[in-house]
């Protein structure tokens, strides 16, 4: 509420606000200054984070420590460093001195170190020996393989295996078709004008082999992210219980077309993750040069294609909006989403439900369960915490 009660008073628009945020308000300018950095929430469901990161040269840093304690499975680091940036994404400001640093949420002493060092040197030494570490360097190397994590990254890495090469040539080393996929054909980063590409080519298969289904974006570009590592859907039909049999006709379908405008190199049902229990799958389209040019990414030499990686899941009609909620992310929002609603509210938020106690919330849209929780809408394009 207090982020648009600036807005508004900003712009000059007649507001209604209740008068305890007013107190706040004061208060808060009267104790740190600009009123700006007193209105940081410490959860990143109430902040309104937008691609527009203004605060880039620090998050980028702390990124770089975030993935390193990931990669080393070092919990506790990993979640403080990716909570403090998230704040800095959401700033409306550039941080250019640390006055005032010390009253956000989430950035500790660490960080604050870290801010203060980029701001002097315009570098950080621990980022800098991180990005020079060997072990960081082939665990990041390694995982980036889909289906490889940091387990079996390490396992290969006090093998003594450093390279792609000299994981094929290892006899001892056994990689599934997913691995194998991952090191032969897969580009990293691609444009929203190729995830627009995808849509058009997922969106066709289904209109053919169920009229009736529907196809949402996503992920990462329902955010309106320009760059991703895959492009995510959810397919669903308002026919209770047919949601389980749509995602064999759409691959049935997509198998059919293989040597046409698209070609699927690889298909995995992925039943069991840790996100949800419900219908999904994991593709590589082969997109056709002429469907992706104009989108600043040029096809690789020597050939018309580039590979796409998609998700799709299917939930039933009536867990619609728990699943679009939950796989727009960014996986940060999603967490502090749930952790908003078990620690302030008492309640337990997944993909599947919310619950109240052991009362079940029914929700037709995202809106709903925004409600249920108590906390203000937000856009999708406002959720890149
Ligand atoms: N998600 C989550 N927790 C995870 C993994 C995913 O809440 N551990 C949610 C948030 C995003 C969504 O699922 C889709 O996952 P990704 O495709 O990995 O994320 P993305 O935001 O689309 O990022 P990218 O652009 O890299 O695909
Ligand atoms: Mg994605």
């Not at 902040?47 to 980028?60: G, I």
């Not at 400001?93 to 956000?104: F, H, R, V």
């Amino acid at each position: 509420g207090i982020g648009w009660f600036t807005e508004s008073m900003k712009e000059g628009r007649p507001v209604a606000v209740e008068t305890r945020h007013l107190i706040q308000v004061r208060y808060s300018l009267m104790r740190t200054g600009p009123a700006q950095q007193s209105t940081v929430c410490p959860y990143a469901c109430q902040r309104r984070t937008t691609t527009a990161n203004k605060n880039k040269r620090f998050t980028d840093a702390l990124e770089v420590l975030v993935e390193y304690h990931e990669l080393t499975e070092i919990e506790g680091p990993r979640v403080a460093y990716s909570r403090a940036a998230s704040v800095l994404k959401s700033l409306p400001w550039t941080i250019e001195s640390m006055g005032g640093t010390e009253a956000l949420p989430c950035v500790g002493e660490k960080t604050r170190t870290l801010i203060q060092e980029i701001l002097q040197y315009g570098r950080s030494f621990e980022v800098e020996k991180i990005l020079a570490d060997e072990r960081y360097q082939t665990l990041k190397l390694f995982t980036s393989v889909f289906g490889v994590g940091p387990k079996t990254a390490d396992k290969w890495y006090r093998r003594g295996l450093r390279s792609f090469s000299q994981i094929l040539a290892d006899p001892d080393v056994q990689l599934n078709r997913m691995q194998q996929n991952g090191t032969s054909r897969l580009q990293r980063v691609r444009n929203s004008t190729s995830a627009r590409a995808v849509e058009a080519v997922v969106g066709e298969t289904v209109r053919t082999v169920a009229p009736n289904a529907r196809v949402v974006l996503t992920g990462g570009f329902r955010r309106g992210k320009e760059f991703g590592h895959d492009v995510d859907f959810i397919v669903t039909t308002a026919e209770p219980g047919r949601e389980n049999s749509l995602l064999p006709l759409i691959m049935g379908r997509l198998e059919e077309q293989v040597s046409e405008r698209i070609m699927l190199l690889n298909s995995e049902r992925l039943r069991l993750s840790a996100m949800d229990y419900y219908s999904k799958c994991f593709l590589i389209l082969k997109l056709e040069g002429s469907r992706v040019q104009g989108g600043g990414q040029a096809v690789p030499a020597g050939r018309g294609w580039r590979a796409v990686r998609v998700d799709l899941v299917a939930p039933p009609i009536e867990r619609f909006a728990f699943t679009q909620l939950g796989w727009t992310g960014s996986k940060q929002f999603e967490r502090d989403l749930r952790r908003f609603a078990r620690v302030e509210r008492n309640m337990l938020l997944d993909n599947h439900a919310l619950f109240d106690k052991n009362q079940f919330l029914a929700a037709v849209t995202e809106k709903d369960i925004f409600a249920h929780l108590g906390l203000e809408y937000m856009e999708p394009w406002q959720r890149n915490a």
